[in-house]
């Protein structure tokens, strides 16, 4: 479930990054500027943020994620559970029926009550189900909103010309890498806004 929350917001963390093309052109761009004697970008101004790492380390992931993982876990061992006992049940009353110990009414009536049972589980299941999807969505939803508010913020005093997700990089240099401060100001971001709520 951890890897489904991490993916989902690499996937929404695109936001942040450039087209392999757009990133050749800034090359192409920078060596053009340096041939022709103008003044090279300066270091940093194209970093990088490791965003499944800012998920992982932040407050929000293991106040709210963890818990809501542990939460969709148990749900789905608990589905799976109920499974086993109706299939069980149901073998069991097959196995009485052909060995001739209940009656061929009997074994209808008893079918026909597991199969209510399971009509009953099936409906219950799929509506918890639906629900966790729900919280699922509004969670990623939030460190979505948080991780491209803490860059967003960070850019607006760096003046960066590009903020790229690590997850599309094949080579950087470490220097250029700057999660720890995006998942500082998510933090930040995280305990402004449950300060908020509580008023």
Known sequence: MKKLFLT???VAAAM???????AKTTETATTTATTENT???????????????VLAQSDLFKQEGEPLQEKT??????WAQKER??????AKLQEKYQKGLITTNDAQMQQEKLQKRAASYQSTSQKEAQKLDEENYVFTNRAQDLIARAIKEI?????????????????????LDITNDVLKKVNELY???KAADKK
């Open 39 to 53: 003044v090279a970008p300066a270091s940093g101004e194209i970093v990088y943020v490791q965003v499944e790492a």
């Open 155 to 175: 850019n607006s005093e760096k003046h960066y010309k590009m903020v790229v997700n690590a997850a599309s990089l094949l080579e950087a240099d470490p220097a």
């Open 16 to 22: 942040t990054s450039c087209a392999n093309k757009d």
């Open 191 to 193: 305990a402004s806004d």
């Open 85 to 90: 006992n109706l299939q069980a049940e149901m």
């Open 73 to 78: 876990k148990k749900a789905q061992e608990g």
């Open 8 to 10: 989902a917001l690499v």
